[in-house]
């Protein structure tokens, strides 16, 4: 056998290359969710956040990274009321002390879980805070934040984003991550928007597509024009899906009167 001509082995070097390379040294348009440097949801948005009745203390089980475990506390309960849906349990960690530092600290996240369309906040059952400064953990139902890293995230204006993405494992993760619409967006697509996406597809696509998706479908006009039109280009179906997935849930659903103390 002749071997190749030299431009033809060149090309057939370059090709075992790229299929080589790992996923993660490949470009992607972005990193993640939590480095994206566009304000998606504004803090001085609409929020559906009405008000916050403290339930006194009672015993829940809390994911602590800390500990990477789950342990049983005698945490503060609180409930935050929304006017289109129903109320999501607040528990702070006993760490914070009083009632009072634990209203305070439930208090700079209830914005922003009001500012969810109901479809993202419906399958939150519980909403726990840790001191500490650990990443955010979303699973089914439930999401956990620590102190430090939302302080840092609310001085760079991204809690809102954060919440959005951990409410998409909170809520819709168990229903859509791995549906055959989201494979087949996934197979369709010419890529991953983010780094953090591409290593973790089956775990992180879906929240962090949705926050870019559901910025173009909802505030079309706060990603620049050139990045809009790299996350089109690199994501179309994906977005279709999450335009599905925000057509699929009730825009409000039947929310209780709050308790007389219910405060804010
Ligand atoms: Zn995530």
Redesign the pocket.
Same mark, same amino acid.
């Given at each position: 056998m002749p071997s190749a001509p030299p431009a033809l082995s060149r090309r057939i070097a370059l090709a075992a290359l790229l299929a080589a390379t790992p996923l993660a040294a490949q470009e992607y348009p972005f990193g993640s969710t939590a480095d994206t440097v566009f304000d998606i949801i504004r803090t001085d948005d609409p929020t559906a956040f009405v008000c916050l009745s403290y339930e006194g203390r009672t015993t829940r089980q809390m994911w602590d990274k800390r500990i990477d475990g789950e342990s049983d506390l005698n945490v503060f309960l609180f409930q935050a009321h929304f006017s289109d849906g129903p109320p999501v349990d607040i528990i702070l960690n006993p760490e914070f002390g009083s009632e009072g530092e634990a209203r305070a600290e439930a208090m700079r996240y209830v914005r922003g879980l009001g500012q969810l369309p109901l479809v993202f906040r419906q399958g939150i059952r519980q909403f726990g805070v840790h001191k500490g400064d650990k990443g955010f953990h &979303?699973g089914p139902g439930k999401i956990f934040m620590y102190h430090d890293r939302a302080t840092r995230r609310i001085e760079q204006a991204h809690l809102e984003e954060s919440i959005l %993405? #951990?409410s998409v %494992?909170a809520s819709l993760d168990r229903d859509w991550r791995q549906s055959p619409q989201w494979r087949a967006a996934q197979a369709k697509d010419p890529g991953f928007l983010t780094r953090y996406a591409a290593e973790h597809p089956e &775990? #992180?696509d879906l929240?962090?597509t949705a926050l870019f998706a559901y910025a173009l479908l909802r505030y079309p006009g706060r990603i620049p024009p050139v990045d809009s039109a790299a996350i089109v280009a690199r994501v179309p179906a994906r977005i279709a899906v999450v335009a599905e997935i925000l057509a699929s849930g009730p825009v409000s659903a039947p929310a209780p009167k709050p308790p007389e103390s219910c405060g804010s």
């Open positions: &979303g %993405h #951990e %494992h &775990g #992180e929240a962090e």
